[in-house]
């Protein structure tokens, strides 16, 4: 019996604790967007972003050769 006074009062801090965390997820945004992720995982990835993708070979103006003098 001396064990639920110290589970109850732990329990009750514990769960202000949890209900703190849902208000201030809730204030910061946090459930904003719910159909954003659950859209975007549909969606086909065919299009290739350029700049995710390294080129394979260099670009003529990226990388100037070595002996020659600098372009203006």
């Known amino acids: 019996m001396d064990v ?7 329990m009750l801090l514990l769960g202000l604790a ?3 965390v849902l208000f201030w997820a809730a204030r910061s945004g946090q459930f904003d967007d ?4 659950a859209r975007r995982i549909l969606l086909d990835e065919d ?6 993708v390294p080129d ?9 050769d070595r ?3 600098p372009r203006r």
Do not use: K, M, N, T
Not at 47 to 52: A, C, F, H, Q, S
Not at 56 to 64: G, I, R, T, V, Y
């Open 34 to 37: 719910f159909e954003g992720d």
């Open 56 to 64: 394979a070979e260099p670009d003529q103006d990226s990388e100037p």
């Open 67 to 69: 002996g020659a003098a």
């Open 18 to 20: 949890a209900v703190a």
């Open 4 to 10: 639920i006074y110290g589970l109850i009062p732990g």
């Open 47 to 52: 299009e290739v972003d350029p700049r995710r």
